[in-house]
């Protein structure tokens, strides 16, 4: 008995061991496979403003000292550069700005004027932490007077030259009316363009105001440089409660200079002491466009051409063609040969050695042969553009656009413009409204009070295939 006994006890013991290190195992296993919290829904909403000292829209404001109170923490980036106050009276320079956890603080450094609205704009300074929301242009108001002034005044901005918009532009107020104002002080209002170049002042007193478009983002923005981005309006706005939508054409009334290194890459002995004439040639793959010139361009302005030494034939009995025209563009380094080609013509050039030669004597360092075919007419499309709500009276001058470059200007006297052959490609359509019938877009003139003719950009494109009739209908 005793032994059967001992015997229960072992196994009971064993027993109980068996279980304790299954549980102890089980329990490594559920901590190796520890599934987190989901913790619910990406946060996808911007800090909201839960309190503010002064209050929002406060009025007989003294203090200069601004705390704003969060919903959540709270980030500022660039504040420096996105925080607009308005009235822009400052004349000691940005005011202190700084925050933690869920409070913006700003201090002003300037006393306040009597009787003003003061409106905050933060742009896209403040994120919140996690997930970097943006309570996108920001705007905390009050006043040194009884009431909040509410008058409003937007409107957009178009570059004149190319119908589009640039939203690194500002638009300015002025109480100076004076024409001066904009070269002399610093607005006393201000506020960004969005991403549709549009813009809107809102809390502003009743008035008049010179309204003008510079670059840049600074409240000390004048107008100094004549290449610069720049608009105006050609008399005050009056902003009340009814003021009406604007539209600003900013152009560059004179066009920058390029200026061009004069630090050349080093070059080879050989290539430093090759003084012969090059040049290239605009040929595709062999052939010749039916639409445009020859185009050789040469490696430095030639001093002298011998037109007389450039014999263009044809590859079956190898006469001189009559009827090309020979001419320098305005850079004097290409020389544009032009001829009525005939598609698909094989034609030969032949340049003699001595046909060129630049201020030093040097001339080309051999005599050369081109040997190209003119394209097909099938390598081309048709064209034809009906335009409804065209305005003829206007001038209006239809820009064909690649890569930013005015690929050819062509005036419409009717609404249904049509060609039988065109250059396959995408472009870019503009209508140009030319007052002065010269073809050409010409600039605003602010000293004479002359607004820049103006460029509408239409809302698609034209793509033109080849061997193909191209149709469409534009609505401007």
């Known amino acids: 008995m005793f032994y059967i006994c001992t015997y229960m006890k072992q196994f009971l013991s064993s ?3 068996i279980t304790l290190s299954v549980l102890w195992i089980s329990q490594l296993s559920s901590c190796a496979n520890i599934i987190p919290p989901s913790g ?3 946060d996808s909403l911007p800090p909201k403003l839960v309190t503010a000292v002064p209050k929002d829209s406060a009025v007989n404001v003294r203090s200069r000292n601004i705390t704003l109170t969060f919903d959540e923490y709270v980030t500022l980036q660039n504040a420096s550069q996105s925080l607009i106050i308005s009235p822009n009276h400052s004349a000691q320079g940005q005011p202190f700005v700084d925050y933690k956890l869920r409070n913006v603080t700003v201090r002003l450094k300037d006393s306040l004027e009597a009787n003003t609205t003061y409106s905050l704009n933060f742009g896209d300074a403040i994120r919140d932490v996690n997930e970097g929301n943006i309570a996108q242009n920001f705007t905390y108001v009050f006043s040194t007077g009884p009431s909040i002034d509410d008058n409003r005044y937007s409107g957009k901005v178009i570059l004149a030259e190319k119908g589009k918009t640039d ?11 004076a024409d001066t104002a904009v070269i002399k002080e610093r607005p006393r209002y201000y506020t960004r363009l969005n991403g549709k170049g549009e813009f809107s002042f809102r809390n502003l007193p009743q008035g008049q105001f010179a309204v003008y478009v510079l670059p840049g983002s600074g409240i000390s923005q004048r107008y100094d440089d004549s290449t610069k981005l720049f608009a105006f309006r050609n008399s005050p706005v009056t902003v009340n409660g009814n003021t009406q939508r604007d539209t600003l054409y900013a152009f560059e009334e004179a066009k920058r200079k390029e200026i061009r290194s004069t630090i050349t890459p080093k070059a080879t002995a050989a290539a430093r002491d090759d003084k012969r004439l090059r ?12 639409l445009s010139p020859l185009v050789l361009t040469f490696n430095r302005k030639p ?18 063609l009559q009827g090309a025209r020979y001419r320098l563009d305005s850079t004097g380094t290409k020389l544009l040969i032009s001829y009525p080609w005939k598609e698909a013509q094989a034609f030969r050039l032949q340049i003699a050695q001595d046909a060129v030669a630049d201020s030093a004597g040097n001339r080309l360092g051999k005599g050369d042969t081109l040997r190209f075919f003119a394209k097909r007419g099938s390598d ?95 609505s401007l």
């Open 15 to 17: 027993l109980l061991a």
């Open 40 to 42: 619910g829904p990406r």
């Open 279 to 290: 040049y290239t040639h605009n040929l595709d793959n062999g052939l010749q466009d039916l």
């Open 167 to 177: 939203s690194t532009l500002i638009v300015l107020l002025h109480r100076n009316l």
């Open 380 to 474: 081309y499309g048709s064209i034809r553009i009906r335009f409804s709500n065209l305005d003829l009276t206007k001038n209006p001058v239809l820009q064909l656009v690649q890569n930013d470059n005015i690929f050819e200007s062509l005036p419409l006297t009717t609404t249904d413009f049509q060609r039988k052959m065109y250059q396959p490609g995408t472009y870019e359509l503009r209508i140009l409204y030319d007052t002065n019938k010269n073809g050409v877009w010409d600039s605003g003139n602010f000293k004479l009070k002359r607004q820049p003719e103006v460029v509408y950009l239409v809302p698609r494109q034209l793509a033109i295939r080849a061997n193909w009739d191209n149709e469409v209908t534009i």
């Open 303 to 320: 001093s002298t051409i011998d037109t007389s030494k450039f014999i263009l034939s044809d590859t079956s009995n190898f006469k001189p």
